[in-house]
């Protein structure tokens, strides 16, 4: 395929709303990658460069969250659905009220002010 081929074809994708652009550009990123890559391997087998070891990354292990975390996490997302509704000028209220009585009292006070 010609580059000028494969032009028109990207554009006709584009065009057709079988790619997006955000796609093309991830590919040509991946492209530079690629190409340092078959470099490198092309060096280690002409014997220009030492061979690098393989590093092995120790995976990160996330331990489960309790039933306690879960729900802090569950009323926090609540209290900021809810917050971001509201004017910034606002906040400052419902903010003092999750800090004095608690986000669950916050997220009532906010649900009374959204009508919900």
């Known amino acids: 395929m010609t580059p000028s081929q494969a032009l028109y074809v990207v554009d006709r994708l584009l065009r057709e709303k079988r790619i997006t652009p955000?796609?093309?550009?991830?590919?040509?990123?991946?492209?530079?990658?690629?190409?340092?890559?078959?470099?490198?391997r092309l060096a280690a087998l002409r014997g220009d460069a030492p061979r690098r070891e393989r590093v092995t990354s120790k995976r990160r292990t996330t331990r489960a969250a309790s039933p306690e975390t879960m729900a802090s996490r569950r009323i926090q997302g609540q209290?900021?659905?809810?917050?971001?509704?509201?004017?910034?000028?606002?906040?400052?209220?419902?903010?003092k009220i999750a800090a004095d009585e608690g986000r669950e009292a916050a997220i009532r006070a906010l649900r009374v002010a959204l009508g919900k």
């Open 22 to 40: 955000s796609v093309v550009r991830t590919i040509a990123g991946e492209m530079d990658a690629e190409v340092r890559e078959l470099e490198r």
């Open 79 to 95: 209290y900021l659905g809810l917050v971001r509704q509201i004017p910034a000028a606002q906040r400052g209220k419902f903010k």
